[in-house]
């Protein structure tokens, strides 16, 4: 999310407009500092989940075959929480001829992490 102010204050001459530039920026302060605590709520409880890895090893065809090899994170009580790390050093990709070479990144990550492998598009 990016703030903007609602004009360059040096173009404004009115000040009625000016005032209510103040009053929707206050408004918005108001309104981050509500996300800021939801937010914060927020991760409170999802650190508190016990997150188990999951390698996930897909096939995909657009145009051509394509196997991607992922770590996700799922939690313990409920399969529908899932999340893919940012940045995770452990996603590649394979061409359609790799597919032994994604099937044996993907046996040896879960291996590292003690992950179990999730396929799919087989």
Known sequence: MTWKPPNNLDDVWNPSTIENYITWTE???????RYIDKAKE?????KSIK???IVRL????????????SLH??????????????GSDYSKKFSGNERRAAIEYAEK????????????GF
């Open 27 to 33: 408004q918005d302060i108001e309104k981050a500092k």
């Open 42 to 46: 927020r991760l409170k409880l999802v």
């Open 51 to 53: 997150w188990a890895p």
């Open 58 to 69: 897909s096939r995909q065809k657009m145009n051509k075959v394509y196997y991607y090899v």
């Open 73 to 86: 994170y799922r939690a313990a009580d409920d399969p529908k929480k899932t999340y893919c790390p940012f």
């Open 109 to 120: 990550l879960a291996k590292e992490l003690g992950a179990e492998i999730e396929r799919s």
